[in-house]
């Protein structure tokens, strides 16, 4: 919301307990001098606020290119540090002087908060995932995790939900928003929730400088050398990544938001490089999560989301299609409808030359045939401006398939050049699978 120079975020939300939580927290922060947006103002019956509005980047977009590569540059990396640098300040000043009873759902991090995480998982996960295992010694294991999560805790804020979704850029720092979930806890959580969050791809090396760089922010309030606090962390990363599944699969089962099934590949990455060192205090527990390891997830209700292979950085799969019109446009047969359709009938037809007509639109005489008028290069120069956005958008997105079609008389010239010339564009300029099938040519090729 604008007037003159001024803009303003209105918040409308059903629960007034979860918006008492936001302003209550964000007025305690702001006393402490901490980067979160002001209140400005309130509705009497607590349904609606405004709050300062803190721009339009986001951490999440500002490492883009290094989450998709997983390469990240010096200046992403440092955008990485700074905000966890910033987090004890958020934890230990935030924490003083807090009003615990006004967080929402619950007032700290216990026993209850555990069983939950570790049942969403269970249920909403494990199971549907069709593991079998036993519920009575999987759950013994889960006792003694509880009591070795529980050991330590504080007056210190929990954030629940750090990652680089809820934090935004303004002036090149970290401003913190969406922390209305915040409870009294223990510091690595949120770290475990930032450092190892699924879609993120961070190396072990970056992980490391990550930790280190919290560890060098933490010792004015809490000094710990670097093997306890990694020994005190490693319960916390299982928990998170465990409550991260539980939570991609209840979104992308129960409510068919494929996304989340696309993250379901990069959350299980780093369930195995957990599971690198043996879980001997939870045995059980330890050959369970191998099994789901093992199995992929690939199985049973999660057959739409693919594992990611090492070498694809995302789960998209952009499948290319030439066919001929008179023989129908081809099936979508991963059940997502369909997608773009081209008709390239508009361009000259090679076809109607004798001496193109035992030829095909990857056969060199017809490549130049197609190309000498500049007409297929206007016109594929349009297709990759849709194409592009189109699959940059599905990246981020965590989706799994794109279909493009590309039709002509025949199936056989201007259909076939263009479907190749788009695959190769597509396998060229992102790291995705590209299927490409000239149907009518009865042949296929992954790119």
């Given at each position: 919301?604008s007037?003159?120079?001024?803009?303003?975020?209105?918040?409308i939300?059903?629960?007034?307990?979860?918006n008492?939580?936001?302003?209550?927290?964000?007025?305690?922060?702001?006393?402490?001098?901490?980067r979160?947006?002001?209140?400005?103002?309130?509705?009497?019956?607590?349904?609606?606020?405004?709050?300062?509005?803190?721009?339009?980047?986001?951490?999440?977009d500002?490492?883009a290119?290094?989450?998709e590569?997983?390469?990240?540059?010096?200046?992403?990396?440092?955008?990485?540090?700074?905000?966890?640098?910033?987090?004890p300040?958020?934890?230990?000043?935030?924490?003083?002087?807090?009003?615990w009873?006004?967080c929402?759902?619950?007032e700290?991090?216990?026993?209850?908060?555990?069983?939950?995480d570790?049942?969403?998982?269970?249920?909403?996960?494990?199971?549907?995932?069709g593991?079998?295992?036993?519920?009575?010694?999987?759950?013994?294991?889960?006792?003694?995790?509880?009591?070795?999560?529980?050991?330590?805790s504080?007056?210190?804020f929990?954030?629940?939900?750090?990652?680089?979704r809820?934090?935004?850029?303004?002036?090149?720092?970290?401003?913190?928003?969406?922390?209305?979930?915040?409870?009294?806890?223990?510091i690595?959580?949120?770290?475990?929730?930032?450092?190892?969050?699924?879609?993120?791809?961070?190396s072990?090396?970056?992980?490391?400088?990550?930790?280190?760089?919290?560890l060098?922010?933490l010792?004015?309030?809490r000094?710990?050398?670097?093997?306890?606090f990694r020994?005190?962390?490693?319960?916390?990363?299982l928990?998170?990544?465990?409550?991260?599944?539980?939570?991609?699969?209840?979104?992308g089962?129960?409510?068919?938001?494929?996304?989340?099934l696309?993250?379901i590949?990069?959350?299980l990455?780093?369930?195995?490089?957990?599971?690198?060192?043996?879980l001997?205090?939870?045995?059980?527990?330890?050959?369970?999560l191998?099994?789901?390891?093992?199995?992929?997830?690939t199985?049973?209700?999660?057959?739409?989301?693919?594992?990611?292979?090492?070498?694809e950085?995302?789960?998209?799969?952009?499948t290319?299609?030439?066919?001929?019109?008179?023989?129908?446009?081809?099936?979508?047969?991963?059940?997502?409808?369909g997608g773009y359709?081209?008709?390239?009938?508009?361009?000259?037809?090679?076809?109607r030359?004798?001496?193109?007509?035992?030829?095909?639109g990857?056969?060199?005489?017809v490549?130049?045939?197609?190309?000498?008028?500049?007409?297929?290069?206007?016109?594929?120069?349009?297709?990759?401006r849709?194409?592009?956005a189109?699959?940059?958008?599905?990246?981020?997105?965590?989706f799994?398939?794109?279909?493009?079609?590309?039709?002509?008389?025949?199936?056989q010239?201007?259909s076939?050049?263009?479907?190749?010339?788009?695959?190769?564009?597509?396998?060229?300029?992102?790291?995705?699978?590209?299927?490409?099938?000239?149907?009518e040519q009865?042949?296929?090729?992954?790119l």
């Amino acid at each position: 919301m604008s007037g003159g120079r001024t803009t303003l975020i209105g918040v409308i939300g059903t629960s007034v307990e979860e918006n008492r939580a936001f302003t209550t927290i964000a007025r305690h922060f702001q006393s402490k001098g901490l980067r979160v947006p002001g209140v400005v103002a309130e509705s009497e019956d607590g349904t609606a606020y405004l709050q300062e509005d803190l721009g339009r980047i986001v951490l999440f977009d500002r490492v883009a290119r290094g989450r998709e590569s997983g390469c990240y540059s010096q200046e992403e990396k440092e955008l990485l540090k700074e905000t966890i640098a910033y987090l004890p300040r958020i934890q230990f000043l935030g924490g003083k002087g807090m009003d615990w009873s006004v967080c929402y759902p619950q007032e700290a991090f216990d026993a209850r908060m555990v069983d939950f995480d570790l049942n969403y998982f269970k249920y909403c996960f494990l199971k549907p995932a069709g593991v079998e295992f036993n519920e009575n010694l999987l759950q013994n294991d889960f006792e003694l995790f509880k009591e070795d999560l529980l050991e330590d805790s504080g007056e210190t804020f929990l954030y629940r939900d750090f990652q680089a979704r809820n934090v935004m850029i303004k002036d090149g720092q970290p401003w913190f928003i969406d922390f209305q979930g915040g409870r009294k806890g223990p510091i690595y959580y949120d770290v475990a929730s930032f450092v190892w969050q699924a879609r993120s791809r961070f190396s072990p090396e970056l992980k490391d400088e990550l930790i280190d760089r919290y560890l060098e922010a933490l010792r004015p309030f809490r000094p710990m050398d670097g093997e306890t606090f990694r020994r005190k962390l490693k319960p916390f990363v299982l928990l998170r990544t465990l409550q991260v599944l539980g939570a991609y699969g209840f979104r992308g089962y129960v409510e068919r938001k494929t996304a989340f099934l696309g993250s379901i590949p990069f959350a299980l990455q780093n369930l195995r490089e957990i599971l690198q060192e043996p879980l001997t205090r939870y045995p059980y527990l330890d050959k369970t999560l191998r099994k789901l390891c093992e199995r992929g997830a690939t199985q049973g209700v999660f057959s739409a989301c693919e594992t990611r292979k090492k070498d694809e950085p995302t789960p998209l799969q952009v499948t290319v299609y030439s066919f001929s019109y008179k023989k129908g446009i081809p099936e979508d047969t991963s059940g997502n409808g369909g997608g773009y359709v081209f008709d390239c009938r508009a361009i000259h037809n090679p076809g109607r030359y004798e001496q193109y007509k035992s030829l095909c639109g990857t056969d060199e005489p017809v490549i130049r045939f197609l190309e000498e008028s500049g007409e297929t290069a206007a016109f594929l120069e349009s297709v990759y401006r849709l194409v592009d956005a189109h699959t940059q958008r599905y990246i981020e997105r965590g989706f799994s398939h794109l279909q493009l079609c590309f039709g002509c008389t025949g199936g056989q010239h201007r259909s076939v050049y263009c479907a190749q010339h788009t695959a190769e564009h597509i396998a060229e300029k992102f790291k995705v699978k590209v299927v490409l099938r000239h149907r009518e040519q009865q042949r296929e090729q992954i790119l």
